[in-house]
């Protein structure tokens, strides 16, 4: 992915989203040849020179310092996830590639501690991802959870593409629509961070050749930060689950994430919870020591 043009389609996309009255200037009326601020305005916001805010709208973001960035963020009104995105991009605008690309990567194999760690989590489904959305290690319980995702003939499930590419992630996921335009999002975010990443490259290649859903949605530059919330499901066997989650960052393997998932005590979700557990405990006598 190139740096330059991540930065452009970004601001301008960021900045078309703005209005005049929403940015708490003047609107004379008349016709506007943008849908949202002018440069000029924006310059004006963030306190630089309209010549200035060009160069980064071009995406040059070379040498560009934290407050400027910060002013940006601003004039822009960007959440925590699009102020997060913009700095992302700057940081990856003053690395090398070479640079980038040495950096040590989150591979397909997971720590052997982790997957005890995982294993202990018996009353709670969960899993580890990376920022490509490889799936790279989970419990019983949330292989049980998430059958349709692990029947993929995958070596490593990847939860983007069985989202775009598997018929049968509409039926297992209620609110297909919004969950999969988060998807994008999260990688779109992840690209930020890392745009020499050669496997999210080949990833969104493949999901931009394959789905225009995808290809459409990517187009937006939205991002969103993934750290808690509710998933809505229809297991194959159990029926309807409502599942809150938590996404934990791994400390000592950066860019693995840990994402556990309960239910409400007393609910249905609770009682389909409980049987799959009771479905996928391993007996006693043959429990490995």
Known sequence: MDSRTEIRDFLTTRRAKITPERAGLPDYGGHRRVSGLRREEVAMLAGVSVDYYTRLERGNLSGVSDSVLEAL??????DEAERVHLFDLARAANTSAAASRGRRRPGSLLRPGVQVLLDAMTMAPAYVRNGRLDVLGANQLGRAVFAPLFATAAPVPNLARFIFLDPAAQTFYVGWEQLAADTVALLRAEAGRDPYDRGLTDLIGELSTRSEVFRTWWAAHNVRLHRS???YMHHPEVGPLTLAYESLDLATDPGLRLNAYTAEPGSRSREAL????????VPTEVRKP
Request: proline fraction near 0%.
């Open 73 to 78: 963020a601003r004039a822009l009104q960007l």
């Open 274 to 281: 409980d049987l799959l557990a009771s479905w996928t405990a």
């Open 229 to 231: 919330g509710v998933k």
